[in-house]
Protein backbone atom coordinates (compact mmCIF):
# COMPACT_ATOMS: atom_id res chain seq x y z
CA UNK A 1 0.00 0.00 0.00
CA UNK A 2 1.22 3.25 -0.71
CA UNK A 3 1.41 6.29 1.52
CA UNK A 4 -1.10 7.57 4.16
CA UNK A 5 -1.79 10.78 5.23
CA UNK A 6 -3.83 12.17 8.61
CA UNK A 7 -3.75 15.21 10.23
CA UNK A 8 -4.10 15.23 14.74
CA UNK A 9 -5.01 18.42 16.28
CA UNK A 10 -5.34 19.17 19.97
CA UNK A 11 -5.92 22.47 21.53
CA UNK A 12 -4.04 24.87 18.81
CA UNK A 13 -1.31 22.28 17.83
CA UNK A 14 -1.75 20.42 15.03
CA UNK A 15 0.28 16.94 13.30
CA UNK A 16 0.18 16.12 9.92
CA UNK A 17 1.00 12.41 9.51
CA UNK A 18 2.63 10.64 6.73
CA UNK A 19 2.42 6.35 7.34
CA UNK A 20 4.24 4.16 4.89
CA UNK A 21 5.24 0.78 5.61
CA UNK A 22 8.19 -0.20 6.90
CA UNK A 23 10.34 -0.98 9.92
CA UNK A 24 8.65 1.11 12.99
CA UNK A 25 10.72 4.57 12.57
CA UNK A 26 9.02 7.63 13.83
CA UNK A 27 10.50 10.98 12.84
CA UNK A 28 9.08 13.73 14.00
CA UNK A 29 10.06 17.26 12.64
CA UNK A 30 13.17 15.68 11.35
CA UNK A 31 14.07 13.81 14.44
CA UNK A 32 13.46 10.67 15.94
CA UNK A 33 10.82 10.52 18.70
CA UNK A 34 13.47 10.17 21.49
CA UNK A 35 15.55 12.76 20.21
CA UNK A 36 11.92 15.32 19.99
CA UNK A 37 10.79 14.31 23.45
CA UNK A 38 13.81 13.89 25.26
CA UNK A 39 12.96 12.15 28.72
CA UNK A 40 9.13 12.51 28.79
CA UNK A 41 8.62 8.38 28.73
CA UNK A 42 4.53 8.65 29.63
CA UNK A 43 4.50 11.41 26.83
CA UNK A 44 6.17 8.89 24.44
CA UNK A 45 3.92 5.99 25.46
CA UNK A 46 1.04 7.58 24.50
CA UNK A 47 2.17 8.58 20.98
CA UNK A 48 3.16 4.72 20.56
CA UNK A 49 -0.38 3.77 21.84
CA UNK A 50 -2.58 3.36 18.61
CA UNK A 51 0.45 1.30 17.35
CA UNK A 52 0.95 -0.66 20.58
CA UNK A 53 -3.03 -1.57 19.99
CA UNK A 54 -3.06 -2.08 16.25
CA UNK A 55 0.33 -4.40 16.94
CA UNK A 56 2.44 -2.13 14.35
CA UNK A 57 4.73 -0.92 16.21
CA UNK A 58 7.44 -2.54 13.68
CA UNK A 59 5.50 -2.48 10.29
CA UNK A 60 4.76 0.77 9.34
CA UNK A 61 7.23 3.88 9.30
CA UNK A 62 5.66 7.52 10.32
CA UNK A 63 6.90 11.11 9.22
CA UNK A 64 5.39 13.45 10.92
CA UNK A 65 5.51 17.66 11.06
CA UNK A 66 3.98 19.06 14.46
CA UNK A 67 3.30 22.72 15.07
CA UNK A 68 1.54 25.22 17.37
CA UNK A 69 0.89 24.56 21.10
CA UNK A 70 3.28 23.16 23.49
CA UNK A 71 4.86 20.19 23.19
CA UNK A 72 2.04 17.47 25.15
CA UNK A 73 -0.73 19.07 23.26
CA UNK A 74 1.92 17.80 19.92
CA UNK A 75 2.16 14.30 21.15
CA UNK A 76 -1.60 14.23 21.90
CA UNK A 77 -2.28 15.94 17.96
CA UNK A 78 0.19 13.28 16.94
CA UNK A 79 -1.52 10.42 18.34
CA UNK A 80 -4.82 11.25 16.94
CA UNK A 81 -3.00 12.04 13.63
CA UNK A 82 -1.41 8.22 13.93
CA UNK A 83 -4.92 7.01 14.52
CA UNK A 84 -6.09 8.39 11.41
CA UNK A 85 -4.12 7.25 9.43
CA UNK A 86 -4.31 3.72 10.97
CA UNK A 87 -7.78 3.41 10.33
CA UNK A 88 -6.94 4.93 6.70
CA UNK A 89 -4.43 2.04 6.40
CA UNK A 90 -6.71 -0.53 6.76
CA UNK A 91 -10.17 0.14 7.92
CA UNK A 92 -10.12 -3.09 10.56
CA UNK A 93 -8.63 -1.15 13.00
CA UNK A 94 -11.32 1.42 13.22
CA UNK A 95 -12.83 -1.39 15.32
CA UNK A 96 -9.65 -1.41 17.89
CA UNK A 97 -8.75 2.11 17.96
CA UNK A 98 -12.68 3.65 18.55
CA UNK A 99 -13.32 1.99 21.64
CA UNK A 100 -10.53 3.90 23.34
CA UNK A 101 -11.45 7.03 21.96
CA UNK A 102 -8.16 7.28 20.25
CA UNK A 103 -10.51 8.83 16.84
CA UNK A 104 -12.12 11.56 18.40
CA UNK A 105 -10.78 14.63 18.60
CA UNK A 106 -10.49 16.35 22.17
CA UNK A 107 -12.09 19.27 21.58
CA UNK A 108 -11.29 21.45 24.79
CA UNK A 109 -10.02 24.54 24.04
CA UNK A 110 -8.49 27.69 26.19
CA UNK A 111 -11.48 29.65 27.27
CA UNK A 112 -11.32 33.62 26.33
CA UNK A 113 -11.04 36.14 28.50
CA UNK A 114 -13.98 37.99 29.55
CA UNK A 115 -13.78 42.08 29.81
CA UNK A 116 -14.05 43.29 33.58
CA UNK A 117 -12.42 39.69 34.75
CA UNK A 118 -8.32 39.26 35.36
CA UNK A 119 -8.68 35.73 33.21
CA UNK A 120 -11.49 34.05 31.66
CA UNK A 121 -13.73 33.87 34.99
CA UNK A 122 -11.64 35.32 37.67
CA UNK A 123 -13.07 38.59 39.64
CA UNK A 124 -11.16 41.45 41.10
CA UNK A 125 -10.80 41.47 44.68
CA UNK A 126 -14.14 42.30 46.35
CA UNK A 127 -13.88 45.72 48.44
CA UNK A 128 -16.03 46.76 51.17
CA UNK A 129 -14.67 50.62 51.12
Do not use: C
Amino acid sequence: MAKVYATGKRKTAIAKVWLTPGSGKIIVNGMSLDEWLGGHEAIKKRVRLPLTLTKQESSVDIVATTFGGGYSAQADALKHGISKALTAFDESFRSILKPQGLLTRDARVVERKKYGKHKARRSPQFSKR
